[in-house]
């Protein structure tokens, strides 16, 4: 097992899979995970808020569980209104990482595709800081998009 490490970063439950969400402060982590999990719900998908701006993630038997950090556990961000408490998951174990980047080749190489945190290989799509791009990230975590499916 890996010493576990404290990320800038937020994730989300959707069904039986994490969603760790990465970028700079600003690139719009924690409206990707509100626009997420507003989505799932909406077409009948269990979907929860596991953290919002530092997540404790650490390798266990071979995967990747993220937790929220206390005191930020059940509070999320909300651009403009300020911080807010919303129900939780504890822990969720990492199935994709969404990395928000400010500048990005037009075709990824291949590898971008994964990356490795805490000894722990997990596919990893990169996307434009600030863009709306729920549906994508919906479709990658359920398999649909062949950046998940051709590790």
Known sequence: MSAGETLHAGCVLIGEAGLLIRGASGSGKSTLAREAVSRARQAGRFARLVSDDRTRIEAR???????????????????????????????????????????????????????SLCGVMVPRVRMQAGAISTDIVLGCLSGVCDTVVTL
């Open 61 to 115: 038997h071979g995967r990747l569980v993220a937790h929220p950090v206390v005191p930020l556990d059940g509070c999320i961000e909300v651009f403009g209104l300020g911080i807010v408490r919303q129900s939780f998951e504890p822990a969720a174990i990492v199935r994709l990482v969404i990395d928000l980047c400010e500048d990005l080749p037009r075709y990824p190489d291949e590898e971008d595709r994964r990356v």
